[in-house]
């Protein structure tokens, strides 16, 4: 679940290539820039029974061919950046949890919690828990996506998640986070992230982010990815594919000893919204910025946190609805986002949130 980065920054989101150490951004305001990112030899992704693990690699700068190609992609992501407005469904009550459930301690309360300055490195028995946790988000994030189809409701979708993660014995860890009033967050089309499931229908053609949290014997894990509802134009297509090589190259920078700024260097797409620190809390530090940034700090072996950066294909300005949690672009352009929870070793990272 990503966070509002409030901190002086402009609400902008960008898209930049490496050439080279040289980095290119787009300005503020422009159009979606971007082609699919190639993850070079150097950065190898293992898969086992358990885990799935990147190890960090030097990342090698696009050519100009791929530069022009991906100028020419521009003009066939320009002609659908846009489609009909999002509108507000009708929000039903919140969905019970049995009482044997342990909640997290911000349930209760509606006043949003503060960011945590501790940073969330678990021992040997906590990333054992955060492994299930996180295990579980991602069955519960799979689970969710078959169910997007047209004529579904974001609300079904979030009873359904709701049921599968009380049944697991885990509660949903966004229900009264801060007065959020569901159990999971479905941003669709515009909506950057934070959207409240409702009664709207989902229509062939849309987009629609699902954001996971569980809170599973005292820990939490985190985890989204985009879906297609039914027929997805190209363009939408290309928007997806390059949010998710976001992050995967995010991912492929860190390791133990990096610095927390090498992700924004490495992605450069974001600067509203923020990953954090996740584990025995919900939200804490440190914040990772998905844009070039000067913040200090490394990585430690033994630390968990998210990554999740967004993508828009218009502009990347963004205004919050009434109900204080719904972030959508100013423009209607669509924007897509992905998260996992990662675990910090000695070589790189081990991606938690997979079945």
């Known amino acids: 679940m990503a966070l509002n980065a409030l901190l002086g920054h402009s609400a902008h989101l960008k898209l930049s290539t490496s050439f080279h150490g040289q980095v290119l951004s787009s300005s503020s305001n422009t159009s979606f820039l971007a082609s699919p990112i190639c993850l070079p ?29 991906r100028e020419r992609e ?7 950046r846009k489609g009909p407005p999002l509108r507000c469904g009708k929000v039903s009550p ?3 949890v049995p009482d044997h459930i342990p909640r997290p301690p911000y349930v209760g309360s509606n006043i949003l919690p503060e960011i945590a300055s501790e940073y969330q490195i678990p021992d040997s028995q906590g990333i054992a828990k955060m492994r299930a946790a996180c295990k579980l988000a991602a069955r519960v994030l799979n689970f969710a996506g078959t169910l997007v189809r047209p004529s579904v409701t974001t609300n079904e979708i979030d009873k359904a998640v709701h049921q599968m993660i009380i049944d697991a014995g885990a509660y949903p860890s966004p229900l009264g986070y801060g007065g959020f009033p569901k159990s999971v967050c479905t941003s669709v089309n515009e909506c950057m992230c934070h959207g409240i499931p409702d009664s709207r229908l989902l229509q062939n053609g849309d987009i629609i982010n699902i954001d996971v949290t569980v809170y599973l014997n005292g820990y939490h894990g985190d985890t989204s990815k985009t879906f297609f509802c039914g027929e997805v134009s190209d ?4 928007l997806v594919k390059v949010s998710e090589e976001c992050l995967e190259r995010g991912i492929g920078v860190c390791k133990n000893g990096a610095p927390f700024k090498k992700i924004g260097k490495i992605i450069s797409v974001v600067e509203r919204f923020v990953g954090h620190g996740v584990g025995t809390v919900f939200h804490s530090e440190p914040l990772i910025f998905h844009h070039r940034n000067d913040e200090g700090g490394c990585m430690v072996e033994g630390q968990t946190f998210t990554i999740e950066p967004i993508l828009t294909m218009g502009s ?7 109900d204080n949690w719904t972030a959508v672009t100013t423009d209607g352009s669509r924007a897509a986002q992905f998260e996992h929870t990662i675990l910090i070793t000695k070589t790189g990272a081990e991606i938690l949130t997979t079945c």
Do not use: Y
Request: net charge positive; charged share 25%; glycine share 6%.
């Open 41 to 69: 030899l150097g950065n190898q992704s293992f898969f086992s029974k358990k885990h799935f693990v990147v190890f960090s690699g030097k990342m090698s700068g696009l050519d100009e061919a791929r530069r022009i190609k």
């Open 74 to 80: 521009l003009q066939v992501v320009k002609k659908d």
């Open 94 to 96: 919140p969905l019970s």
């Open 316 to 322: 990347t300005d963004c205004i919050t609805w009434p």
């Open 235 to 238: 363009a939408l297509k290309h």
